[in-house]
């Protein structure tokens, strides 16, 4: 097996056809891992949540990153990862036509508002947020079986 970069365009490739990732936010010097479901856009990952954890720790550091990847036959694989910044979408004046935009680009898949539309039944009703990645950096790998 030989590992590889890959290109800007890969990146961004994979990112389009990907829906769940894992983001990684911190607070206090403490790390947090979740998954989420993402859609690309430009120079941006769309996401939803209800409120929780994630968002609280996003709001107090925006800071975040997000990796993907698929896996492919015999071993193969790509991953990639995102460093970039939160960016809240707020339900107020000024906001609607990122919301509404967010919302377009992630209600085009089903299940959309998975995993991050559903918290334990004993947590009781939440707000909805819906957010965005401002992509600062990315980088990318595959994993690609050896020629002989």
Known sequence: MIITE??????LELLAAQRLGHLACCRDGQPYVVPVTFALDGN????????????????????????????????TWRSVVVNGRFEELPDRIGWKHARDHA?????????WWEPGGLKPADEG?????????????????????AQD
């Open 44 to 75: 941006y990952l769309y996401s939803f949540s209800l409120a929780g954890q994630k968002i609280e720790w996003m709001r107090a550091n925006p800071l975040v990153s997000l990796q993907t990847d698929v896996l492919g036959e015999h071993g």
């Open 6 to 11: 890959m290109t800007r365009s890969e990146c």
């Open 103 to 111: 919302w377009s680009l992630l209600s085009q898949h089903a299940n």
């Open 125 to 145: 009703p939440t707000q909805h947020v819906f957010y965005r990645i401002m992509i600062e950096t990315m980088t990318g790998r595959r994993c690609v079986a």
